[in-house]
């Protein structure tokens, strides 16, 4: 009888940590997540780390992290290969024994002559199997020598292996591109190749989706499920994440860690519905989905086979959708830290929060990403504004006329004693009819004057916001300004 986790959809996100994962990297986390969530089943993480020397300081604790901050909880481990070597070395030496597998002692400087002559006739680098058919009289030898040797696997010299794959349908690759790869490593660490399919198999993994680019990986896998007389798991290979010039995904269109996304104010659910529809959709049209959405809908059979390509202005508006949507209160906890990082140091800590809230209602309006909060905000925390005179005084109204309509405005400003919006409109709107002014123009003059830009939030509002000693202040900021003209 079949015990409950060899029946059961079980999956597996199994990253190296050879770098801090990105955007592809966490995409296959995801739909290996969800493709488990939607079928009930388990979610495995697994730390491939036998390659030892593309190694890199701290990025498992980094992919921990990015696992964390997006919600994406995993069953079981993290299971770690490099605890796990005497079970891949146990399996290379059944390998050898039931003559699937050979020892090869090849230095590394014969395989780079092999190599340089391979490419000298313009032929593909494949290893020449030149340890293949070893006699035992050359294996002594060559064991004599004390050359730590490496296992290699006996891939059948002619035919062809096809498997299904549950994107792209039937794959079929010809041995004779296979090579004899290698199972075992000198140093005794596994490959990739053996490590992987030891794990899934012994991990009971029924369902394999990771990167197109481990598609030429796939025949040697099902040819090692096959010498092993084990099941191989289901497999399926998800589209390539592009650039939106159809190049690899660089630096510049997002092709940065998923920290670095989080540093820049990025929200989880945001970043969750934007990845699944890196590859997947529900019906082309449907942009916004819940996460118990994404769950219920998730299916293989809506993966595109072609490669997605990567939007940043669409990662933008979909994460300002996701802030509006967040109640006040949790956009103020989200994006104090942000203003706490980001404020200039001039601005006092702590910072107050019965102002930091009726700021934020302001902004979250008109914020992309939690990061841009500060840069939209920072006006109201600042002692003095800095900006350019012309701002005042170039557009619609030269610089006398801008002084006077700002001594004007100021004047009646200072008499007011209930400071709200709507005060502040009865007071301004006539004022421009008054000044012959349109109200276009005596509104983006004050405007400069109180936030020291030509876009901002509304302008009563904003001014409420401000109050009343902070804004006469900046109106007198402003006459100085101005009067450098003047004199
Ligand atoms: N360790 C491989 C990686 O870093 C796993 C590939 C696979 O899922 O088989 O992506």
Not at 200 to 212: A, E, K, P
Request: glycine share 6%; proline share 5%; net charge neutral.
């Amino acid at each position: 009888m079949q015990s409950e986790s060899e029946t059961s959809v079980r999956l597996r996100f199994a990253p190296s940590p050879t770098g801090y994962p990105h955007l592809g990297n966490i995409r296959t986390a995801l739909f290996n997540w969800l493709f488990a969530r939607h079928h009930g089943g388990k979610f495995i993480l697994r730390i491939e780390d036998t390659d030892v020397a593309r190694k890199v300081e701290g990025a498992v604790e980094v992919i921990l992290d990015s696992l964390r901050w997006l919600g994406l909880k995993w069953d079981e481990g993290p299971y770690f290969q490099s605890q796990r070597l005497p079970i891949y070395r146990e399996i290379a030496q059944r390998l050898i024994e039931e003559d699937h597998a050979y020892l090869c002692y090849c230095s590394p400087e014969r395989l780079e002559t092999m190599r340089r002559e391979q490419a000298k006739r313009k032929q593909p680098p494949k290893y020449d199997r030149h340890c293949r058919d070893l006699t035992q009289h050359e294996k002594t030898q060559l064991e004599a020598t004390g050359i730590a040797p490496v296992i290699r696997f006996k891939t059948p010299l002619e035919g062809k292996t096809t498997f299904y794959d549950l994107i792209h349908g039937p794959v079929t690759f010809k041995h004779d591109v296979l090579d004899d790869f290698i199972l075992l490593k000198s140093d005794g660490y596994p490959t990739y190749h053996l490590a992987n399919i030891v794990d899934d198999h012994l991990m009971f993994i029924s369902h394999v989706l990771r990167g197109d680019e481990w598609l030429s990986s796939t025949p040697r896998h099902v040819l090692l499920y096959q010498a092993l007389n084990w099941q191989a798991p289901q497999f399926a290979h998800l589209p390539m994440i592009l650039g939106p010039d159809r190049a690899k995904l660089s630096k510049r269109h997002g092709a940065i860690t998923i920290t670095e996304y989080q540093r820049q104010g990025y929200l989880p659910d945001a970043m969750i519905n934007f990845l699944t529809l890196l590859g997947w959709s529900l019906d082309d049209r449907t942009e916004l989905l819940s996460q118990e959405e994404l769950i219920k809908h998730f299916s293989l059979e809506r993966v595109g086979k072609t490669a997605a390509i990567f939007n940043r202005d669409k990662l933008e508006w979909m994460n300002g959708v996701y802030l509006r949507k967040l109640s006040p209160g949790e956009f103020v906890r989200q994006a104090m830290p942000f203003l706490d990082r980001d404020l200039p140091e001039s601005v006092e800590r702590p910072l107050n929060s019965t102002y930091v809230n009726q700021v934020l209602s302001l902004i979250q309006e008109r914020a992309k990403t939690l990061a841009e909060v500060s840069q939209l905000a920072s006006f109201f925390f600042l002692e003095e504004l800095k900006y350019d005179t012309g701002l005042l005084s170039s557009g619609k109204l030269a610089a006398e006329p801008a002084a006077r309509t700002i001594t004007i405005a100021s004047q009646k400003l200072e008499e007011v004693t209930t400071w709200d919006a709507t005060t502040l409109e009865d007071i301004l709107r006539p004022l421009a009819t008054e000044l012959n002014l349109s109200a276009g123009a005596l509104f983006g003059l004050l405007r400069v004057a109180v936030t020291g830009r030509t876009a901002a939030p509304p302008l009563f509002q904003t001014m409420a916001v401000l109050g009343k000693k902070k804004c006469l202040k900046r109106f007198d900021a402003a006459l100085q300004l101005l009067s450098t003209y003047l004199s």
